[in-house]
């Protein structure tokens, strides 16, 4: 029809026909159309049963006579009516087509003869339906020049010019009728060419008030006189598809789904209706769901989490997302998907094509913010109005780096330290603070004043990231009350990126305050050494300790000596001047040295207790005489002894110490000397 419409400039059609096949949106309702082409089809050889075709025949002839045969180009006829859905956006036809005008919607005209009009090889004038929807049916083996802007398909066999309709009519009659004969031996074996269906197009998603229309099946046989019986089965027939038997329309009773099932392959018969004989054997077709966009874009996977350092630099690459469109890719822009940022922005931005989210603004900051909530719209028809669309959150948060130098919360700490402290245990903590995470916080203390760093250590927790101050030297309340450390804490992987932001460092001042601890006595020497004639009376005095308080409130100290075994004392202290004395006479010679422990306790706390030990040496006195060995013991001489041989040596012990020991050998002079013997002293 369309190319009928197309070319009627150059025809010499009634205008009443012209101005039916131009309308793009109106069946041809006039009444004299169908009875004009009866009239030129019973011309042509054709026998209706009606009367009133035959009464119109002269008229119809005549007036179709009219028509120059030279300037009618050839159109291209098809057995099959189908509906337009609706017109390809931008004048866009399917693929195949070669024009670019669009059918009107559920046009159809009914055996316009021409004179350049070719017969089929049945022998009789077919109906022709011109298939008028988004694409029609095509019968493989017909042929035409041109073809208009939708594929149709053609009932038309072979193709014979016509100069003269009344000329030619009982020459086309006896020709049709020779080949009508030799065309019925071979029905039983093949389907004609005519009855061969490729396929139909049918819009989904229809929800008119009646059915919806999908086309025509027509058989040559089909003389109109509801003898012939059309017959569809396949998938969907007679529950979905529904077929006038008459008149061969098949409609779809249901709403379709493309996306559920894109098509239907369904088999056409048509049989006598009075005999059940097969007219036309059984020819496969398909019934295509055109698509329409009633699939919006989704994110199946959705929502989706992404990370992104801070601080990076704008169009850093963040995440790709990926909608997917159920329609039919392959058909118009039903699936062409364009994204967008719904929220998100000023520091976030999407390509349209990609769905890559990328960092539209620099120096983001963790700290200050660290998650965002983007919010990415697909809509299809590439964006258009009216385009479907769906959306999806990408949560996204930024990953630290270190940028964030550590920071005392304060320029000067106290801390209090009792003088009494042990060395190498803690004796306080310190923490720097990082806002940075993991790694990028840690960091590292030190003391930089070297005096402070000679009595104390710090040393990191790594894990609380905490500085731990010990002692090296005990404190000592009544010499040095307080001390000051410097501390440094600095980071112990610093980033050379960031460096332009500063020294990854921080310093602070630690007071560290002495406590004064009620502390024991202390005397005035580590341990005494003392000593005392022996013999000497009891309570002769050996010596004196001493021992004060050194706190500040210099509490009185008594004295004690130490006697756990409760053995016999020799000595004895006084209990508030320290003196020493001895209990009893003392023999050197039985006990040189005496070892004694002094206690000092305060009279305020008697529990803070102090010892020392003393020592004290028993002196000689030359209190023993010497003892001869051997004494008066006979001496055997021989008589042949010579003068001043040594018959004799005599030995002598003093128990005395050092001078008191020493003795000397002589005769006494009560005794009378002998002359015969001599004595030496050798000392």
Not at 89 to 112: I, Q
Request: overall charge negative; glycine content about 6%.
């Amino acid at each position: 029809m369309s190319y009928l419409a197309d070319h009627k400039s150059k025809t010499n059609f009634p205008s009443t026909v012209l101005q039916a096949i131009s309308s793009s949106n109106t069946r041809l309702k006039l009444q004299h159309v169908p009875k004009l082409i009866s009239n030129v089809r019973q011309g042509l050889g054709y026998k209706p049963n009606s009367n009133q075709v035959a009464r119109n025949t002269s008229n119809s002839l005549n007036r179709f006579s009219k028509l120059n045969p030279k300037t009618n180009p050839k159109p291209r006829f098809g057995s099959l009516s189908e509906p337009q859905p609706r017109a390809f956006p931008n004048s866009e036809a399917l693929p195949g087509t070669k024009t670019n005008f669009e059918l009107a919607p559920n046009t159809k005209l009914s055996s316009l003869s021409s004179p350049n009009q070719r017969s089929n090889s049945s022998g009789t004038r077919n109906p022709t339906y011109y298939n008028v929807g988004l694409a029609s049916l095509s019968n493989p083996k017909s042929h035409s020049k041109l073809r208009p802007s939708s594929q149709t398909i053609t009932n038309a066999k072979s193709h014979s010019q016509i100069s003269n309709p009344s000329f030619r009519t009982s020459f086309r009659t006896q020709r049709n009728q020779t080949k009508l004969l030799d065309t019925d031996k071979d029905s039983h074996h093949r389907p004609k060419r005519g009855w061969i269906w490729n396929q139909f197009f049918i819009l989904e998603e229809h929800i008119g008030p009646e059915p919806q229309y999908v086309g025509k099946l027509h058989s040559n046989s089909d003389k109109g006189d509801g003898s012939v019986k059309y017959i569809l089965s396949g998938e969907g027939a007679g529950s979905i598809f529904i077929i006038d038997e008459t008149s061969g329309d098949i409609h779809a009773a249901k709403s379709l789904d493309r996306e559920s099932k894109s098509q239907y392959v369904l088999h056409a018969r048509a049989i006598d209706r009075w005999t059940n004989r097969s007219l036309e054997a059984e020819s496969e077709f398909i019934i295509k769901v055109q698509d329409v966009n009633d699939n919006a874009p989704t994110f199946p996977d959705g929502p989706f989490s992404a990370t992104v350092p801070e601080m990076s630099d704008v169009g850093t690459s963040v995440f790709q997302v990926t909608a997917s469109d159920a329609d039919d890719p392959t058909y118009g822009n039903s699936a062409k998907i364009v994204y967008s940022i719904l929220e998100g922005q000023p520091y976030f931005s999407v390509d349209p094509k990609t769905g890559v989210i990328r960092t539209a603004m620099s120096n983001m900051d963790r700290e200050t913010r660290d998650h965002y909530a983007v919010v990415i719209q697909a809509k299809d028809m590439a964006g258009s109005v009216g385009g479907l669309s769906g959306s999806t959150t990408v949560n996204i948060t930024l990953t630290d780096v270190n940028d964030n130098p550590p920071k005392f919360s304060q320029k000067s700490y106290q801390l209090y330290v009792p003088e009494l402290a042990p060395v190498g245990k803690a004796v306080g903590r310190i923490r720097a603070n990082d806002e940075d995470e993991g790694q990028n916080a840690e960091m590292t203390y030190s003391i930089t004043n070297p005096d402070a760093a000679a009595i104390f250590t710090i040393t990191t927790d790594t894990d609380r990231r905490e500085g731990i101050i010990s002692l090296k030297q005990p404190l000592n309340y009544e010499k040095r009350k307080v001390h000051t450390l410097n501390i440094e804490g600095s980071n112990t992987y610093p980033d050379s990126h960031f460096s332009h932001l500063g020294p990854f460092k921080d310093t602070t001042s630690l007071r560290v305050i002495v406590g004064d601890v009620d502390e024991p006595p202390v005397f005035s020497m580590d341990y005494y050494i003392m000593d005392v004639y022996e013999n000497s009376p009891a309570g002769t005095q050996v010596g004196t300790v001493t021992a004060v308080d050194p706190d500040s409130t210099n509490s009185a100290v008594r004295y004690f000596i130490e006697n756990e075994e409760e053995r016999p004392l020799y000595f004895n202290i006084g209990v508030n001047n320290g003196i020493i004395r001895t209990t009893q006479v003392l023999d050197r010679e039985e006990t040189a040295w005496h070892n004694i422990t002094v206690m000092a306790a305060e009279v305020d706390n008697p529990r803070m207790v102090s010892h020392v030990p003393v020592t004290i040496q028993v002196l000689d006195v030359n209190d023993n005489i010497p003892a001869i060995s051997g004494g008066n013991n006979a001496i055997i001489v021989c008589e042949s002894t010579k003068h001043g041989q040594v018959i004799q040596t005599i030995r002598a012990a003093d128990l005395d110490n050092f001078a008191n020991g020493k003795f000397s050998f002589y005769m006494p002079p009560e005794h009378p000397a002998n002359p015969n013997f001599t004595l030496k002293d050798n000392g």
